[in-house]
Nanobody, 117 residues
């Protein structure tokens, strides 16, 4: 059974940084070929894609976070990371990671990120 768990959320002042982690269990040899993506859902708004990192490490980002957020992964630890720098109040949201491979998708439970002005 594949499970994803996010961690690293919290409260930070504008201009600060946070690093979110997405740890995947139940995926011993296939994590390396699984794409990991991040969505966020601001209060009262729809969920939006933040970025995606493929198994080979290639990544893509939403325009709103380009230059501030960085995706990475450590396949030996079955963990992907979202480094968030220069955070803005509009980055406040629940952040969800997901894993995707061959048409299957698994979701984490989400972690709250709050940025004060």
């Amino acid at each position: 059974q594949v499970q994803l768990a996010e961690s690293g959320g919290g409260l930070v002042q504008a201009g600060g940084s946070l690093r979110l982690s997405c740890t995947v269990s139940g995926m011993t040899l296939t994590f390396a070929i699984t794409s990991i993506g991040w969505y966020r859902q601001p209060p009262g708004k729809e969920r939006e894609l933040v970025g995606l990192i493929g198994g080979g490490g290639n990544s893509d980002y939403a325009d709103s976070v380009k230059g501030r957020f960085t995706l990475s992964r450590d396949n030996a630890k079955n963990t992907a990371y979202l480094q968030m720098n220069n955070l803005k109040p509009e980055d406040t949201a629940v952040y969800y990671c997901y894993g995707e491979r061959l048409g299957s998708r698994w979701w984490g439970q989400g972690t709250q990120v709050s940025v004060s002005s």
